[in-house]
């Protein structure tokens, strides 16, 4: 069901920690007549692997393909020197505790494209996809839930906190300038704020500023 890739993962840079990152308790302190809540949760950092590794991963820029089918066989090269791809499982999580069990893959892209991020997120029991994620504008990605039950399941979710995750392009935890939620779906907002968590174990640069030190 998941692809070969998934069992040559290498480590992030820093473990996982259960408290609440420092982006988030910003967001916390942005945020007015809204119950104060991390509807991430359970995660899970699985690993980290190259871009020649992953070549399959869904919403791939067609640029990426093309460029390195020229290259022939130095194609993983160039795979290669255009990002990495994160691994990542969490639960969705209501306020009354329903879970939706999701594993999520993003490739951060080439800052030298102005790429956005790209990759997918699964059911994690079935491999059912949930939603994408495209590299859609300048350092732009574009999240986009597939409607259907899954998403029912939180749009009466009163998240306010997610509304507030739009700090200065300088001053969030991303190498991609912004996120767009194409229907603007409350599981759409959490799959960002799931990617915000992930990114701030990627680097000293985050995990620093925006998580724990």
């Not at 306020?95 to 594993?103: F, M, Q, Y």
């Not at 899954?150 to 306010?160: I, M, S, Y």
Request: glycine letters at 6%.
């Amino acid at each position: 069901m998941w692809p070969e890739c998934i069992n040559e993962l290498s480590p992030y840079e820093y473990a996982y920690r259960e408290e609440t990152p420092k982006f988030l308790k910003q967001t916390y302190e942005r945020t007015e007549n809204g119950e104060l809540c991390n509807p991430v949760q359970n995660v899970s950092l699985l690993g980290i692997c190259k871009t020649s590794l992953f070549k399959d991963c869904p919403n791939m820029p067609e640029h990426h393909i093309e460029n390195a089918a020229d290259e022939g066989d130095e194609e993983d090269e160039y795979y290669d020197d255009i990002g990495r791809y994160f691994w990542m499982d969490f639960d969705a999580t209501t306020k009354t505790g329903t879970t939706l069990p999701l594993r999520m893959v993003f490739n951060e892209g080439d800052a030298d494209c102005n790429d956005g991020f790209w990759g997918a997120v699964w059911k994690r029991d079935s491999g059912v996809l949930v939603a994408n994620i495209a590299s859609t504008g300048d350092c732009q990605a574009t999240i986009t839930a597939n409607a259907g039950a899954e998403v029912e399941l939180f749009e009466e979710e009163n998240l306010t906190v997610l509304d507030n995750l739009e700090p200065e392009d300088d001053d969030k935890p991303l190498t991609c300038a912004s996120l767009v939620y194409s229907n603007g779906f409350v599981l759409e907002k959490i799959i960002g704020l799931a990617i915000m968590i992930c990114s701030i174990h990627t680097s000293s640069q985050f995990y620093d500023v925006h998580g724990y030190a």
